[in-house]
């Protein structure tokens, strides 16, 4: 049987092995058709029916049963997310697995046409080991990403002395995206 | 002593929480109709078995070390590890049985109203059969659809071969 205990490992897994098949674009219309469409329907729902509470009442009692290390930061107009310590992200690297490229894609991958269905967008950037942040504001809000520290204060991964720190590759940066690929690398 | 540690020696990936996340049958589930419906059946059985052979591999790697006895502590483990599940594993020096009281999978998803996919019950055939043939072994599923019998056995000529119509349509 295909577990659940262990399911980041076969879920990365299987990334590589769709890619293998298909090339990106098949994994590309995983991420959105089997996580957004299927798999997290309840989370598509909630979110295109509540808007900012809906990501409260998904975000809440989803991360804290994965395991996460995480800060939320709610205004009115923003919903955002400071992950110090990804649940999937640390299992894959305590483990020594790396199939796919870039893992932490398939947030995005799933999340972004998510948001787009549900009028957001999403200012996010990742480090690679386990450490991302996540602004979500309606589309008609024009408002740039926060600076460090200005919204979520002292909870602000972006002021971690290890969020740049020992990166062999870079930090994926996104603004105002809703699409995995709309990434830029930040040196 | 991390939750983790009672899995250590049996299962190749370790977590730092004792049990998974329910709520990822979903994307199991998911996965599986969204292979089906882009390339078909024969594409679904091939996922299966690949993962089988590739990503469990250091299962296939143990169970060739350990024999039965390891087939039988690698089961223990994993259904320790999945939340909802009621299974008795029974080992003898010809063969580990499963008896699966209760699938978490099955009853996950029913409990969530989710569409299963119908070939859902195969894949524990498909996979396990995939780890099991570099050990040596072979692996018999009789039922399904929340319940089913697994029998894992040495792999010889007078092992009847899987009738897939044996295991359960799942809804």
């Given at each position: ?41 309840h989370a ?56 796919y490229?870039d ?21 996010h ?32 991964v ?30 | ?9 049996a299962?190749?990936?370790t ?42 591999k250091p ?15 690698y ?6 590890a ?9 080992e ?50 009789c ?29």
């Open positions: 049987m295909i577990g659940c205990y262990d399911f980041c490992g076969h879920y990365e897994w299987t990334f590589e092995w769709l890619r293998q098949l298909g090339g990106h674009e098949l994994v590309r219309a995983y991420w959105d058709e089997a996580i957004h469409q299927d798999s997290q329907l598509s729902e909630l979110i295109a029916g509540k808007g900012i509470k809906g990501m409260k009442e998904y975000w809440g009692p989803t991360l804290a049963d994965e395991g996460a290390v995480y800060e939320r930061t709610v205004t009115d107009d923003v919903f955002r997310i400071d992950m110090h310590e990804c649940p999937s992200k640390g299992f894959l690297i305590s483990n020594g697995l790396e199939q490229r893992y932490c894609d398939h947030c995005m991958g799933w999340i972004g046409p998510l948001m787009k269905k549900a009028g957001f967008v999403i200012d950037e990742h480090n690679h080991c386990g450490q991302c942040w996540w602004e979500m504001r309606r589309k008609a809000d024009a408002s740039p990403a926060s600076a460090p520290g200005a919204l979520s204060g002292k909870s602000d972006r002021l971690r002395s290890d969020w740049k720190a020992d990166l062999v590759g870079s930090i994926d940066h996104y603004e105002r995206a809703t699409d995995p690929d709309d990434k830029t690398a930040v040196s | 002593m991390p939750p983790a540690a009672s899995h250590a020696n299962l190749p990936y977590d730092t929480k004792p049990v998974g996340h329910a709520d990822f049958y979903f994307a199991v589930n998911a996965t599986f109709r969204f292979i089906l419906r882009h390339h078909g059946e024969e594409a679904l059985r091939k996922y299966w078995r690949d993962i089988g052979s590739s990503y469990y299962v296939s790697e143990r169970w060739m070390q350990r024999g039965m006895a390891g087939v039988a502590e089961w223990r483990a994993f259904f320790a999945e939340p909802g599940a009621t299974v008795e594993v029974t003898s020096a010809e063969e580990v049985r499963l008896e699966v009281k209760t699938c978490p999978v099955i009853r996950h998803l029913r409990e969530h109203g989710r569409e299963i996919v119908p070939q859902f019950c195969q894949h524990c055939y498909f996979v396990s059969e995939a780890i099991a043939e570099p050990a040596g072994m072979t692996v018999r599923v039922g399904g659809n929340g319940s089913c019998t697994q029998r894992f056995m040495k792999r010889t000529a007078n092992v009847p071969t899987q009738n897939l119509e044996d295991i359960a349509t799942a809804s």
